[in-house]
């Protein structure tokens, strides 16, 4: 396996949130009683691939790997999508670095 690869974070959603999926949407309630809501459907399959990978986590190219299989979606665009997506909930403290 490519050393890159294997050293490649696996993201969690961090345990103190509550969610929900309703209507096609992922509504995601922070500690501090901040809502964010997921209203794209890549967005909101993406969020539901994370939370399944509890603990474990799920590493970048896994998401990206998922989104090509469920979407049609050229694999770099996913990786482009995929990779701003997990910056974007990383940077709001949705996801962690799985232990």
């Known amino acids: 396996m490519d050393a890159s690869l294997e050293s490649a974070p696996r993201w969690s959603v961090r345990a103190n ?21 997921l209203e794209n459907p890549s967005a909101v399959f993406l969020f539901a ?9 799920v590493s970048t190219m896994e998401l990206v790997a998922a989104l090509t299989e469920r979407f049609e979606v050229d694999p770099e665009r996913a990786k482009e999508d995929v990779g701003r997506f997990v910056q974007d909930l990383e940077s709001l403290k949705i996801l962690i670095v799985a232990p």
Request: charged share 15%; proline share 3%; aromatic share 4%.
């Open 49 to 57: 691939a994370l939370q399944a990978a509890a603990e474990s986590g």
């Open 17 to 37: 949130l509550v969610t929900r999926e309703v209507g096609g949407q992922a509504f995601i309630l922070m500690p501090d009683s901040t809502m964010h809501i």
